[in-house]
């Protein structure tokens, strides 16, 4: 794999000096909607309070985050001007809100939302979750195609990283049914396999995958032979960096996760609820919400930037690219051969 240069550049914004992933995500919208809706018996959340809270995020977690990914609904117009021009800045495309058909979900973009908006806002990279099943029916399955591969050719054609989130979900008929954005319970390690191993054909232009675990986080300890074997197998099919992803995963257990992860050539994490969702327990008690996140959420990001810091792969040292990672071409012939939109 060879990045073109708007690619190269927004992989670097996203890393740190290293070439680790240290990236904390703000753009959940259900797990922080519904909390607050149910708080002041309303069926939708005062547009104000979410997006306070993910600005209290923003400016409580960025001094430990390599980038973060905020939503163009509330992080965005609230928090942006909070936010570190430092930071890389990742912005989601999907829609929270997917279709539950007999055959399985299907996703969309935000509406009045794209590639060249979040390009032309300054974005360093698009993030994109597609909910899927391999044994969903095939019209699904090929519409979760068609979804992904056409953001990928956008992206190419906006030259900007396309970062890719897989999660598996129930289908009619599976226990533990939920529609909830958190990690299936028991799940199918080959589900999620099979999963990556499709979106890591190159008609898709994925840049950067985000995981979920191959096996329900809580089951996941330190040290494990038989599960590392499968973390090992899942970073070999994505055949380019990956980070983990918490899915609502304890403390504990997310850093167990990690772990793993670590050994088989993970380049970092993009989380969210691991490291906030505590917190977020004390709404409506601001005070309360911001000493927790300066305090705990932030001593338990350090602890996951030392491991990530000891035991991650820089993401320019994965295989993929050969040892080849810099601006090509390397001289004043870069102009001509570079299109423009």
């Known amino acids: 794999m060879q990045l073109t240069p708007g690619k190269l550049w927004g992989m670097r914004r996203m890393a740190d000096a290293s070439g680790r992933f240290r990236m904390t995500a703000v753009d959940q919208r259900p797990p922080i909607k519904g909390p607050i809706a149910k708080h002041h018996s309303v069926d939708e959340a005062p547009w104000e309070e979410v997006a306070k809270f993910k600005t209290l995020l923003i400016e409580t977690l960025q001094g430990e985050s390599s980038?973060?990914?905020?939503?163009?609904?509330?992080?965005?117009?609230?928090?942006?001007?909070?936010?570190?021009?430092?930071?890389?800045?990742?912005?989601?495309?999907?829609?929270s809100l997917f279709q539950e058909t007999p055959g399985g979900r299907l996703s969309s973009e935000i509406d009045d939302w794209s590639v060249g908006k979040i390009r032309r806002m300054g974005g360093d990279a698009v993030k994109v979750l597609a909910w899927y099943r391999p044994d969903a029916s095939p019209d699904v399955l090929q519409a979760q195609k068609d979804f992904t591969k056409r953001i990928g050719e956008a992206c190419a054609r906006y030259d900007i990283p396309y970062l890719f989130e897989l999660l598996v979900y129930p289908l009619a008929g599976d226990a533990h049914q939920t529609t909830d954005y958190v990690e299936q319970q028991g799940k199918k390690a080959d589900h999620v396999l099979e999963s990556v191993e499709e979106f890591a054909k190159p008609d898709y232009g994925v840049d950067v995958f985000k995981?979920?675990?191959?096996?329900?986080?809580?089951?996941?300890?330190?040290?494990?032979?038989?599960?590392?074997?499968?973390?090992?197998?899942?970073?070999?099919?994505?055949?380019?960096?990956?980070?983990?992803?918490s899915a609502g995963a304890g403390k504990a257990a997310f850093r167990n996760v990690l772990a793993h992860a670590y050994r088989a050539g993970a380049s970092g994490y993009l989380a969210g609820r691991a490291i906030w969702l505590e917190a977020f327990g004390h709404y409506p008690d601001w005070d309360r919400m911001r000493a927790d996140l300066e305090g705990d959420a932030v001593a338990y990001m350090r602890g996951l930037n030392e491991l990530t810091s000891a035991e991650a792969m820089p993401w320019h040292d994965h295989p993929?690219?050969?040892?080849?990672?810099g601006f090509l071409p390397a001289d004043a012939s870069f102009r001509h051969g570079y299109e423009d939109i």
Request: proline share 9%; charged share 25%.
């Open 67 to 95: 980038a973060m990914l905020l939503d163009p609904h509330y992080a965005i117009p609230m928090g942006l001007d909070a936010y570190d021009p430092a930071k890389g800045l990742i912005v989601t495309l999907e829609d």
């Open 211 to 245: 995981l979920e675990s191959p096996v329900n986080a809580s089951d996941v300890p330190e040290h494990d032979g038989e599960i590392q074997k499968l973390f090992d197998e899942m970073g070999r099919l994505a055949g380019r960096p990956w980070v983990m992803l």
């Open 320 to 325: 993929c690219f050969g040892g080849e990672t």
